[in-house]
Each structure stands twice: as C-alpha cells, then as structure tokens.
C-alpha cells in the first residue's frame, strides 16, 4: 500500500528591502541644501538687521551727547572784562568757559567746528588744557581759532568727533529777535562814558541773550534732515522765572 506523500509546506520568504535610488538622494540632498540656504539667509539678516539697529542707536546716543556737551559749553561761559568769551567766525564757535569738575582748576577754552575727516563732513568739538593766566588764556584762544580754520597734528589730538554733519549754522538773539552773529548789529557795543575816565567795553553787551544752533545732518544717518537747538543765558532764564 502506498502511502500519501507528505504534504510539502515551505515558509514565505520575506519581502526583498528596498533602498534609495540614487536620484532620490540626489533630490533629497539638493531639498536640505535649500533649507539649509534660506536659514542660513534668514539668520545672515537678522544678523544684519540687529547690526544696524545697534549702529543707528549708537549714532542717536553720540549725538544727543554732543548737543548735551553744547549746552553744558554755554552754561558754563564765563564773563571776563576787555576779554572776548564767545565768537563765531563762520566756520568755528569759540567759547571760555569755567571747569564744572572742581572750583579752582582754571578755564577752558573749547571750540566747535566742521571739517572733512577721511571723506566725510563731521562735526567737531576741540578743548584746551586749563588756564590759569591771562596770557595762557589768549594763548588757548589763538590755538582755538587755528583748530577751526587749519588745525595740525597738535591741535588735533585734542579734538573729538561728535556726528557726521552735511551743514551749520549760528544765530544770536538780541533785540527781539534772532540775527547772523557776522552782522554789525552783534558787535560790541561800548558803554557811554563818564566824564574824564577812559571807554570801556560792557561786555555783558557782547554776550547774546540766547544762541541758536541749526545742524543738517546727511541723509543715510540715524537721524537726518534739520535739527535746531536754542539756548538761553541761566542768567536770563533765572530773572524771568
């Protein structure tokens, strides 16, 4: 007798894994490369952005200095009889002024100007060692006006950079009204003299009532366009209050 063959049973063989093709990771590495790129542009940008923003708030913040160091200029001009304290030339301001660090230390000269430095227009301001006698005095004063109109290597290790500036302008209050400084309305005028004493200078008369300080700044700056400053003596402000 026969006997039935066994019937034959044989486990499924399992599936054959399937890779990548190589175009697949072509395009797979060319889409990360994409990504990649524009976050790497995004992170440049911000990068950029945030670098600008630190810059312009720098500039804001050295020019509010420089006007703040102006006024304090003003506030501490000092009164000295036969003797100039405050004149503008047309290209530079200058002013005596006493030291606010401590009583005693003398007075300074500082001027203030615009000239060219490596390409660009800047507006400067220079300041003297303190002085303590009259000839010391003029001789600071002599050196101020030099700085203004062509300064050398001396003089401009004492100067500082306050703010590109395109243009300047400076205009007295007397009389009412605001006037060019250069007019003949601002010069000095002598007081009416006594009989058989010599003329004499009033020079609270060569000093203006106020000083108005009109700046162009260039275009591309944190701050552009026209930005005026008034000052007024304390001395004034004091008796009217």
Known sequence: MALPHAASHRLPLPA????????????ALAAMAV??????????????AQAQIQQRAD?????????TQWSADLDALVQ???????????RGMRIVRRSTVR??????????????VNGTDQWLRWQSPPQFSRGALQTAWERAAQWAQNPGDAEKRDEVRITPLAQWQIFYFR?????NPLSSDNASTPAAPTRGAPQAVDTDLALPDGVRLVLTLPAGEAINGTLTRDWVRPALVGAKS
């Open 16 to 27: 054959q894994a399937r890779g990548f093709t190589l175009i697949e990771l072509l395009v």
């Open 35 to 48: 990504m990649a790129g524009l976050s790497w542009r995004g992170l440049d940008g911000m990068t950029r």
């Open 59 to 67: 500039a804001v913040l050295t020019l509010q200095a420089g006007l």
């Open 80 to 90: 000295l009889p036969r003797t100039p304290t405050l004149d503008w030339d047309g």
């Open 103 to 116: 009583p005693g230390d003398g007075l300074l000269v500082v001027a203030w100007s615009r000239r060219n």
């Open 175 to 179: 009389g009412n009204s605001w006037t």
